[in-house]
């Protein structure tokens, strides 16, 4: 056979080796075809589907239409990415039991490498293991024959996988197959977003179409309310004016009203019901009934209207109800009965005239026709109060004729208590009016003195801090003022004496200021003044001595003369200054300079009062962590009988060595104990401390056993019975004998609460403690202290032993100390002894016990050291190296 053509004859053998290249032709161009039809199909898709599960199952159908797809799956991730959600799953031996799977699990497998690397995938069964292995990828799932995956990309982003696979080993993929998912897939995510765009269009359109039927309907019920309001409203104006209008008719009145009701409710029938005078017998005025046109008057008994009557409520009654009526003996049992055989339904609201109920308005229908509800109800209601209007006006136009013949006396009169009224008004406005001034005042002036508090005076100063900073020019400044003595006065003389004080205070120093300077109480015995506009530095000194002068001038108090006096802490307003309350603190801290450098003092705020202040809380606080970690020294001194020399106990002292600072003195460190409010963790540490030395040298050799131990006790654990309580269970838990601790109290301390204090010491006293009045005489010295407490010893203060021999006077009132001792069963002890020559004053006039560094000193002279013990050479001496 031979083929001729343009470009020669082609013999049969020629022709037959064409045969395989144009079938392979055809081939190609029938997968083309099928291609295009398929990318047809999946443009049709995007506007003939709604919805993604049925765009998913089509999809699945195009792609199978031209390759083995009988496990397919599509995957794309959620918004964060972090879940990736399996949209279609087709698997013939794996089963997907969630939709959404973390993308953590997945991204060592190879769908994870698809998403992650954005490249396509095609395995198979020869190069499955080697490809894996290449990838660093973990094999998830049943191992497939063969495994082609494509990456879903929107632009240059990855927002998905396309995968198909094969189980069979007679089932496998080409390179064509990868071509045709490739191809595909560029076209996938288009389809996939318009059907997700139109679906989304679609749901948001059903929902507005189901928004808008829903607000439809609520305005169509709004519209139906409304007509029924408006209904309602037409029908209560027809009853005003019916009430308005009425000419004494009260039968064609009721039959009006009927028929206004009964445009408004179910009502064909319908009675009112009013009780006599004597309230026995029913009257009916009005009766319109299908049943009983007309009623008769009845006595009270147990029916429908009585029960209104007797409740006075309007009430919904029908055959259920009446049944419980009856049951409660409320009801007659016929009438029960009888709703229940008709189906009645009935309704009755109470006419109340004058706060009292004067009769019933009833609707009922027979036979089940209609049953009434709540609605009805409180409509009855409502219209029950118009009758009851009715009703008043007929009794007050019965009384208007004896009413007319009152009224000219009564009109004068009421004239006369109108006038009287009027006037009272206006004098309570008046007195309303100082009121709201006196309350504006009081919320910005102090109650006792009159002066402006601390709200008014923080405005004023903010308003003078603005103004310095706008003005520079302007001159103000700040003087805190804190009263000396004022807590002796409240002590001594009273509450009522301390504020006749601060009252007299204020004056005086309202008398050293001009007018538009302000002066404020802050609290207390705190005050302070704002200087405004002054010239030069020099007014604002003399101003601050005017009233220091004026403050030390003597106060007469409840017939007693006192003397005060006063500090003064001066603050300049500058512009670097943020707030008032700096300004404060400043002059705050100036004034607790000029109190540390004696009193009576004015100072100037510096910088360094500030760094000093800082410096006083850092020591503060260093004593703090000091007295926590318990690392304060321990002295002792004892008390001598100057006879014999020997001793009676021994006083221990506590002395606090700062690390950088040095031995801080006695006064300073208690101090700081009373503002940080460490008094009582002061006095336990000390308790403690002297229970611990008791059993040291209990256990000690070398020690006499007897010895003794005195601290000094703040007065404020003698305040409360339960601290006292606590104190003396320390002492026994320690294991210290009680008799042999000595506690001391200073005789200042025991001015205030003294029947709190008396039974705290004998609380103490019935402990077996042994009890100490110290520094007798420097304060009140009352022998009060002497007769009426159980004190075991009396420590006359060392001021009278420092002015012995000289002072004959003190060497006789420490003579009738001592012989007021023998009479009430207390030893005197001389505190203080700094030579031999006041010793020697103190034995001449009987007094056998003494303290003092002189004492100390000539024991420590006449004892010779061992050669392994170094001399005492200061009175106070460590505790723990105690001997005899």
């Known amino acids: 056979m031979v083929l001729e053509t343009e470009a020669g004859t082609l013999s049969e053998s020629e022709l037959r080796a064409l045969v395989p290249q144009l079938q392979l032709i055809t081939e190609r161009y029938k997968r083309a075809e099928r291609i295009q039809k398929a990318l047809f199909d999946i443009s049709e898709l995007a506007s003939s589907v709604g919805d993604l599960p049925r765009l998913y199952t089509a999809l699945h159908d195009i792609i199978a239409g031209f390759t083995h797809a009988r496990n397919f799956y599509v995957a794309f991730y959620n918004d964060s990415e972090s879940m990736l959600d399996f949209v279609y799953f087709i698997d013939e031996f794996d089963e997907l039991t969630v939709s959404e799977i973390p993308t953590a699990d997945l991204k060592d497998g190879i769908t994870g490498y698809v998403l992650t690397s954005g490249n396509h995938l095609f395995l198979t069964k020869e190069n499955f293991d080697q490809r894996v292995r290449e990838l660093g990828v973990k094999k998830l799932g049943t191992n497939p024959v063969d495994w082609i995956g494509v990456p879903l990309k929107r632009g240059n982003r990855v927002i998905g996988v396309m995968a198909v696979q094969s189980y069979d080993e007679q089932v496998r993929y080409s390179d064509a197959d990868l071509d045709v998912l490739l191809f595909v897939s560029q076209h996938i995510v288009t389809t996939v977003d318009r059907v997700k765009n139109r679906e ?231 007195e309303r009016k100082q009121i709201e001034l006196k309350l504006i005042h009081d919320a910005h002036h102090d109650a006792l003195t009159g002066l402006p508090n601390r709200a008014m005076f923080m405005n004023r100063l903010e308003l003078a801090l603005a103004n310095k900073q706008r003005f520079p020019e302007n001159n103000f400044a700040v003087l805190f003022i804190d009263l000396d ?93 943020d707030n008032a309350d700096e300004i404060i603190r400043d002059a705050d801290a100036a004034m607790y300079q000029a109190k540390s450098m004696g009193r009576g003092r004015y100072v100037l705020f510096d910088q360094s009062m500030r760094e000093r202040l800082l410096e006083e809380l ?198 009738s100390v001592q012989q007021i001792s023998e009479h009430f069963g207390f030893e005197l002890i001389a505190e203080g002894i700094e030579n031999e020559a006041q010793c020697k004053s103190l034995i001449s006039v009987g007094c056998t016990l003494g303290q003092g560094h002189f004492l100390t000193e000539q024991q420590s002279s006449d004892k010779e050291p061992k050669d392994d013990e170094q001399p005492a050479n200061h009175p106070e001496l460590e505790l723990a190296p105690l001997t005899a």
């Open 485 to 577: 003595r004022f807590k002796l006065i409240n002590d001594t003389l009273g509450h009522h004496a301390g504020d006749c004080f601060l009252v007299e205070v204020s004056k005086r120093i309202t008398e050293c200021i001009r007018g538009h300077d302000l002066l404020a109480r802050l609290g207390g015995d705190e005050f302070i003044i704002l200087l405004d506009n002054f010239e030069k530095e020099e007014d604002v000194e003399d101003v601050s001595n005017r009233i220091l002068e004026k403050l030390g001038q003597s106060f007469s108090l409840e017939g007693s003369e006192m003397y005060s006096g006063g500090s003064i802490g001066i603050a300049y307003l500058e512009q670097w200054y």
């Open 618 to 815: 850092e020591l503060e606080n260093e004593f703090r962590r000091t007295l926590k970690a318990k690392a304060f020294n321990c002295l002792f001194q004892p008390v001598i009988n100057l006879g014999t020399s020997e001793h009676i106990y021994h006083e221990c002292y506590v002395r606090w060595v700062h690390s950088t600072i040095g031995k801080i003195k006695k006064e300073q460190f208690l101090k700081i104990a009373e503002h940080s409010g460490l008094t009582m963790e002061m006095d336990n540490f000390m308790v403690q401390k002297a229970c611990e030395m008791l059993l040291q040298w209990q256990e000690s050799e070398g020690i006499e056993k007897d010895y003794k131990i005195a601290i000094n006790l703040s007065v404020n654990h003698l305040y409360q019975s339960k601290l006292v309580n606590e104190l003396i269970e320390t002492i026994l838990a320690s294991g210290a004998e009680p008799q042999k601790l000595v506690i001391e109290i200073d005789e200042t301390l025991l001015n205030r609460k003294t029947e709190q204090v008396l039974t705290a010491i004998k609380m103490l006293k019935n402990a077996g403690v042994t009890l100490v009045l110290d520094n007798f005489g420097n304060g009140l010295a009352s022998l009060n202290y002497l007769c009426s407490y159980p004190f075991d010893y009396v420590k006359i203060d060392r001021k009278f032993v420092k002015s012995l021999p000289q002072s004959k006077e003190n060497l006789k009132l420490i003579q």
């Open 200 to 430: 989304l269009t679609e749901r948001l359109i059903r929902q507005r179409t189901k928004q808008l039927r829903d607000i439809n309907n609520e305005l169509q019920e709004e519209i139906q309310e409304r007509q029924k309001i408006e209904a309602l409203q037409q029908a209560l104006f027809e009853i005003s004016e019916l009430s308005a209008t009425m000419e004494g008719d009260i039968p064609d009145f009721y039959a009006s009203l009927h028929d206004v009701l009964a445009r408004l409710i179910h009502a064909p029938n319908c009675y009112i019901a009013t009780l006599d005078k004597e309230r026995e017998f029913l009257d009916f005025p009005y009766c319109c009934d299908e049943i009983y046109p007309k009623a008769v008057p009845r006595e009270m008994g147990r029916g429908l209207t009585e029960y209104v009557l007797r409740h006075g409520t309007a009430e919904l009654i029908d055959a259920d109800k009446a049944k419980e009526l009856a049951e409660e003996r409320e009801l007659c049992e016929k009438i029960a009965s009888n709703m229940r055989d008709s189906e009645n339904s009935w309704i009755g609201a109470p006419l109340i005239v004058d706060g009292e109920v004067s009769g019933v308005i009833a609707i009922q229908a027979y036979n089940g026709n209609y049953h009434y509800d709540f609605k009805d109800l409180e409509l009855l209601r409502f219209v029950s109060h118009h009758i009851a209007v009715a009703l008043e006006r007929k009794k007050a136009a019965e009384a208007i004729h004896v009413y007319n013949q009152e009224l000219s006396s009564r009109v004068q009169e009421r004239t006369r208590e109108l006038h009287q009224t009027n006037a009272h008004l206006k004098q309570q406005i008046e």
